[in-house]
Antibody
Framework: EVQLVESGGDLVQPGGSLRLSCTASGLTVSSDYMSWVRQAPGKGLEWVSVLYAGGSTYYADSVKGRFTISRDNSRNTLFLQMNTLTAEDTAVYYC??????????????????WGQGTLVTVSS | QSALTQPRSVSGSPGQSVTISCTGTSSDVGGYNYVSWYQQHPGKAPKLMIYDVTKRPSGVPDRFSGSKSGNTASLTISGLQAEDEADYYCCSFADSNSYVFGTGTGVTVL
């Protein structure tokens, strides 16, 4: 059974930094596509970033240059380093499996497993 | 990367059908057959309901179906049930290896 558990959410001041973690079981982070998706309070979902098994990374324009996605293979853990935070970054951050193309005879793209999320609040 | 456009809310009585639209552009919905739909109950994580426009993951009831025409994708829930009351989000793969979600639609079972 796949489980994704996020941690690291906190209250941080504008301009500050925070690192989120997503510890996985039932899948191998280093050989899968792993993404971060966020949801501001009372708002919709927003894709943030993806890390491919091969190491390629992609980001939403809203976080490019400020956020960095990475992983620790030995801990089977995904990270999101967030710098220069603003109030607009306040959200629940979800870790999800997916974001790349899974190809056999066909290719498909999904976010099929999700964690329960961790809350980041940016406020003075 | 503007959010895909969904109606704010739809409603139906038990047993009826409802359809949720999801409108994007040729850079996302219209350009790729990688539209997925997610159900989210209050305080819960999203759940995958449809992927690649029309495919249903194992365990999702067959009363959920998806389609696409041009820049607009749709999710239809047939035989509406009380447990279907939730928020629904579409999502599309987009140019530059990115993804864009829809604005979200609240489904109310009357």
């Amino acid at each position: 059974e796949v489980q994704l558990v996020e941690s690291g959410g906190d209250l941080v001041q504008p301009g500050g930094s925070l690192r989120l973690s997503c510890t996985a079981s039932g899948l191998t982070v280093s050989s899968d596509y792993m993404s971060w998706v966020r949801q501001a309070p009372g708002k919709g979902l927003e894709w943030v970033s993806v890390l491919y098994a091969g190491g390629s990374t992609y980001y939403a324009d809203s976080v490019k240059g400020r956020f960095t996605i990475s992983r620790d293979n030995s801990r089977n853990t995904l990270f999101l380093q967030m710098n220069t935070l603003t109030a607009e970054d306040t959200a629940v951050y979800y870790c999800a499996r997916g974001g790349g193309a899974y190809c056999g005879n066909d290719c498909y793209r999904t976010f099929d497993y999700w964690g329960q999320g961790t809350l980041v609040t940016v406020s003075s | 990367q503007s959010a895909l456009t969904q109606p704010r809310s739809v409603s139906g009585s038990p047993g009826q059908s409802v359809t949720i639209s999801c409108t994007g552009t040729s850079s996302d919905v219209g350009g790729y057959n990688y539209v997925s739909w997610y159900q989210q109950h209050p305080g819960k994580a999203p759940k995958l309901m449809i992927y690649d426009v029309t495919k249903r993951p194992s365990g999702v009831p067959d009363r959920f179906s998806g389609s696409k025409s041009g820049n607009t994708a749709s999710l239809t829930i047939s035989g509406l049930q009380a447990e279907d009351e939730a928020d629904y989000y579409c999502c599309s793969f987009a140019d530059s290896n990115s993804y864009v979600f829809g604005t979200g639609t609240g489904v109310t079972v009357l």
